[in-house]
């Protein structure tokens, strides 16, 4: 489950490359960069509930 | 290969010898730190702590001089680059290995690449401060020999190299492109997000999250330490922002004195904004938290020291001060992180912070995206890969100690022998 959430990460970073790219209105573009920072963070979400069911797996 | 590479910016020798005298004092940053993680540690992997950070240090040294600095150096119409859409990424530089030809390169280039060095010494030691007292020797070096050649050149020549992230004011418009003078992103949020992945890899310490109840409490051994760390820190940190403001952003020496009082400024906000909370929440000021919240103000700082005015300075350290404490409470008692530097809170959450008031309190348009785009590329790009190639290294080379000794300690275990051999070791009461 954690390299899940970290296999998402990368999703939002290519979006953020994307929409720099992609699109010369700066609102556009803002959108698409925070949209992508939230993915990341949804990833990064994923990637903390992995961690926290293997802390219960594991514990003495 | 670029066609179009930027001109050299002239250097005076005046503005050489500043910077020279400026970057000899640097090092005190990384013995700031390294004291503070030894006090945060304990007292049984006291010795541990140190020579593993020389150790750290000294192979990210050899392994950046070997191969990093060859893919960090920007060599004007040479570096690798993609063509995308009409635009030129510059992705890596395109430099000699093991530093040939360096004596010839100007002197500009040659301080650039001792600031690199430094920088990269201090990325690496991080992550081994959040490993205390399980971390083995062996794997930290070897993570230290990882990090110099794998991520930090590409990091260092996209940021402060004319890499793609600088370029994103000349190529889309995005005010002067991403801004990081001081290593916030390139240094901090590196080390603090391998901090993660080591954490998360190697788990907590024994003990530390038990079966029933609540974390249990593993404060550090001397807070004295911990306290003279930020002093000596301070110290360090001043001279570390004023020599990457002439180095990443051509500063004129005259504008250095705003820079240093703006370090200090947002040391001094987050330190009594992470007082104030650790007053209101547990009745007293906690002295450790209070000494990641110094910290975390000096991060900050390394970002946008140069960038903004003292109030804003004060401000953006109020707000790291802040954040800090509470982030070290929940990483610790709610996602069950075990982390005894604070290192994920002090340097990758306050640095990427600081990355964001950059863009904030700029005055250009297009300089937030910018910055928001060099955080996008820290979170979702740096993490996943330092995660994968720590996975990779701890299978070959166990991150964590044995439980045997993690017990006896990493000094005993380790080295033979304690850092102090005169006191008497008591039993370990977190151990139920």
Known sequence: MKFAGLMVMPAGFFLSLAAILLFSSSIQRVTFVVCGLAVEAMGLIVAIRGHLSNRGEGRP | ?432
């Open chain 2, 1 to 432: 290969m670029n066609p179009n590479p930027a001109p050299p910016i002239a250097f005076s020798d005046a503005a050489f010898a500043l910077s020279l005298g400026l970057l000899l004092l640097s090092p005190l940053v990384i013995a700031g730190v390294a004291i503070i993680n030894v006090g945060l540690g304990r007292s049984r992997s006291a010795a541990q702590s140190l020579l593993g950070t020389l150790v750290v240090i000294s192979t990210a040294v050899i392994a950046f001089f070997a191969v990093g600095a060859a893919l960090a150096e920007s060599s004007a119409g040479f570096d690798h680059t993609l063509r995308i859409s009409g635009k030129f990424w510059d992705w890596a530089g395109a430099g000699a290995l093991f530093l040939r030809g360096e004596s010839a390169v100007p002197a500009r280039a040659q301080l650039d690449l001792f600031f690199e060095a430094l920088a990269v010494a201090l990325a690496a030691m991080i992550p081994w401060g959040s490993g205390a007292d399980r971390l083995r020797l062996p794997a930290g070096a070897a993570i230290a020999a990882a990090l110099p050649v794998l991520v930090f050149p590409f990091l260092a020549h996209w940021i402060w190299g004319g890499g793609w992230l600088a370029q994103l004011g000349a190529n889309f418009g995005l005010g002067a492109g991403f801004l990081d003078a001081g290593g916030a992103g390139c240094v901090h949020a590196l080390g603090g997000l391998s901090a993660l992945a080591v954490v998360w890899i190697a788990g907590p310490r024994k003990g530390k999250f038990p079966r029933e109840g609540l974390s249990t409490a593993m404060p550090g051994h001397n807070v004295v330490y911990v306290l003279f760390g930020c002093l000596l820190a301070l110290a360090g940190w001043l001279a570390w922002n004023m020599a990457g403001s002439i180095l990443w952003l051509n500063a004129s020496p005259t504008t250095l004195v705003i820079t240093a009082i703006n370090t200090l400024l947002s040391a001094a906000g987050a330190l009594v904004a992470a007082f104030s909370v650790t007053r209101i929440r547990f009745g007293k000021p906690d002295a450790s938290l209070c000494a990641n919240g110094w910290l975390a103000g000096l991060v900050t700082s390394s970002a946008c020291a140069a960038l903004v005015t003292p109030l804003e300075a004060v401000a953006t350290g109020v707000i790291a001060g802040i954040i800090t404490p509470l982030l070290v409470e929940l990483f610790e008692l709610a996602l069950s992180i075990d982390d005894p530097a604070g290192a994920i809170s002090v340097h990758a959450a306050a640095g990427l912070w600081g990355l964001a008031a950059v863009g904030i309190f700029a005055p250009r348009s297009g300089q937030f995206l910018a910055q928001l785009v060099g955080i996008s590329t820290l979170l979702g790009l740096v993490l996943p890969v330092v995660y994968l190639l720590f996975s990779l290294i701890d299978r070959v080379m166990p991150f964590r100690a044995d439980p045997d000794g993690e017990r006896l300690g990493m000094d005993l275990h380790e080295l033979g022998g304690g850092a102090y051999p005169e006191f008497v070791i008591h039993r370990d009461e977190s151990y139920r």
